[in-house]
């Protein structure tokens, strides 16, 4: 099993900047691709930007050029740096991971999330 844990959120003026970072712990064998995702109110569950495990990144086009992800393999760990933050950025941020770890018995690779945290921004 994996837990995510996420930290950073908070209420910041438009122009601002945030950093998201998120723990992955557990009986964790290995991380493969880890990344952000958010959801504003009224809004699906939209991708933020994700990278491998070996540092390849992608993002969506709303956060290029403005979004940062990075990881540390060796701490489990994954960042977001958020920075010229814009109103329409609000929104709850989940970190996701696709790990291998020992559950139930056995190893095996699934999905896990975070369970959020708040980013607002105002104008």
């Known amino acids: 099993q994996v837990r995510l844990v996420e930290s950073g959120g908070g209420l910041v003026q438009a122009g601002g900047s945030l950093r998201l970072s998120c723990a992955a712990s557990?009986?964790?064998?290995?991380?493969?691709?880890m990344g952000w995702y958010r959801q504003a109110p009224g809004k699906q569950r939209e991708l933020v930007a994700t990278?491998?495990?070996?540092?390849?990144?992608n993002y969506a086009d709303s956060v290029k050029g403005r979004f940062t992800i990075s990881r540390d393999n060796a701490k489990n760990t994954v960042d977001l740096s958020m920075n010229d933050l814009k109103p329409e950025d609000t929104a709850v941020y989940y970190c996701n991971t696709r790990a291998r770890a020992l559950t139930w018995g056995r190893v095996r690779e699934d999905d896990y999330w975070g369970q959020g945290t708040q980013v607002t921004v105002s104008s």
């Open positions: 990278i491998t495990s070996g540092g390849t990144a």
């Open positions: 557990g009986s964790i064998f290995s991380i493969n691709a």
